[in-house]
Nanobody, 124 residues
Framework: QVQLVESGGGLVQPGGSLRLSCTAS????????IGWFRQAPGKEREGVSC????????YYEDSVKGRFTISRDTAKNTVYLQMNSLKPEDTGVYYC?????????????????WGQGTQVTVSS
């Protein structure tokens, strides 16, 4: 069964850090471009970051550049999103998604599989 599971969300103060994990079962994540998306309350889901398949290229939405880092752990079949210097506007449900294609883009319509999401709340 193909499945993506996110974890690592939680409540953090502004300026803090979290590391989100996206672990796959039923398929090899290295064969897929992986994207991270988020949805804030009352807003549409937006792309945050993505990494291409078997390619070092990564992309970041402008508001997270320099603060978020996406990476892969092949042995664990997991993709991470390291989030530093968190701001209240980073609050939302974070989803990972997999695209059976080499190159990633921050457009949710092209992704084939989605996780259930993990809540990130940045608040003092």
């Amino acid at each position: 069964q193909v499945q993506l599971v996110e974890s690592g969300g939680g409540l953090v103060q502004p300026g803090g850090s979290l590391r989100l994990s996206c672990t796959a079962s039923g398929f090899t994540l290295d064969d897929y471009a992986i994207g991270w998306f988020r949805q804030a309350p009352g807003k549409e889901r937006e792309g945050v970051s993505c990494v291409s398949s078997r390619d070092p290229r990564t992309y970041y939405e402008d508001s997270v550049k320099g603060r978020f880092t996406i990476s892969r752990d092949t042995a664990k079949n997991t993709v991470y999103l390291q989030m530093n210097s968190l701001k209240p506007e980073d609050t939302g449900v974070y989803y990972c998604a997999a695209r059976r294609y080499r190159f990633c883009i921050l457009a949710e319509s092209v992704y084939d599989y989605w996780g259930q999401g993990t809540q990130v709340t940045v608040s003092s």
